[in-house]
């Protein structure tokens, strides 16, 4: 199976340099920049094993020319258009698309663009960032990716992605259910991203503060929206939820809060926004999703006015 990895960052790097290690047929679609980087080697660093990989196969958007038998999407919600531009050389009548995004709208614009025939749920577990020599930084020992047809049926390229895939280091599942997974991940994701984000420190911070009751109303209107969508999270998968987000001294943070401390660009409406949009009733009932949002918002707003002023300056 040839394999398309559009991205070497955190996600894409690391689950790429997994299946190179397990000698599978993979090549990074990356931008000219980094595909000069990576001529100098692609290095993991991973409690599961560290990796160092010579001259990684890597392909630019301009010379990509042939299909690929799979395109693993991982990029940034903010930059899905221009992927998908990027990706549309490689993917042929057998091309399946497996996308390691949160929430749901990429998966609509995939389906609109490429055909939902073509594009697989699917969702992945891992701390993982880029460190400051470019090298991959695996966080914590989980890792894992979990994959399956939108519809819920076995599939023979279900089947080939899963061999493809087994023997690498990482944790790989075959899933019938992936949409609800990739729901429930979502209204983690989002309540996570927006509580701490809202309340600019992590979970323990929140709970120090005495103010834990904030993190479990949030999880509780984003689990809401789920429901009226028709995806009610179970009951496992709340309870680990709520005690991620309420546990005394917890160091954890969304990666959205981490972005914008940095000054980065943030996901806001593919997370929190599009949640909302799709809550029906319930987004009515969300006070704290809502506020959440439009702070984050703010966030992007006047990080767009800084740059416009930087520019101008």
């Known amino acids: 199976m040839r394999i398309l990895v559009l991205g070497a960052g955190a996600l894409g790097g690391y689950f790429g340099a997994r299946l190179l290690e397990a000698g599978r047929d993979v090549t990074f679609l990356v931008r000219p920049k980094r595909a000069a980087k990576l001529q100098g080697g692609l290095f993991v660093k991973s409690p599961a094993g560290d990796i160092k990989l010579d001259k990684p196969p890597t392909v630019t958007a301009d010379t990509l020319k042939q299909p690929f038998d799979l395109v693993l999407l991982t990029c940034k919600a903010y930059d899905l258009e221009t992927s998908m531009d990027a990706i549309a050389p490689a993917v042929g009548p057998n091309t399946a698309i497996l996308p390691l995004l949160n929430g749901m709208s990429h998966i609509d614009a995939l389906n609109a663009r490429f055909s939902k025939e073509r594009v697989l749920g699917g969702w992945c577990a891992i701390s993982a960032t880029v460190g400051p020599a470019d090298e991959i930084v695996h966080l914590q020992p989980f890792h894992t990716l979990s994959f399956g047809e939108q ?9 080939a992605v899963l061999a493809a895939f087994s023997g690498a280091k990482f944790e790989v599942l075959a899933t019938d259910s992936v949409m609800h997974e990739m729901w429930e991940k979502w209204i983690f994701i989002a309540a996570g991203a927006g509580i701490t984000s809202l309340m600019r420190g992590s979970a ?11 993190s479990s109303a949030i999880l509780n209107e984003c689990a809401a929206i789920a429901t009226a969508n028709g995806f009610p999270p179970r009951s496992g998968a709340l309870d680990r939820y709520t005690a991620m987000l309420t546990a ?4 954890f943070t969304a990666s959205m809060l981490r972005d914008i401390e940095a000054g980065m660009p943030v996901e806001a409406d593919h997370i929190l926004g599009d949640l909302l949009r799709r809550g029906k009733g319930a987004a009515q009932s969300a006070p704290l999703l809502r506020v959440a949002f439009a702070h984050v918002k703010t966030y992007e707003a006047r990080r767009a006015r800084e740059q416009r002023g930087s520019k101008v300056a």
């Open 204 to 214: 323990g911070d929140i709970v120090a503060a005495g103010a834990v009751e904030l």
């Open 248 to 251: 005394t001294g917890s160091p």
């Open 151 to 159: 519809d819920g049926s076995k599939s023979a390229r279900a089947a």
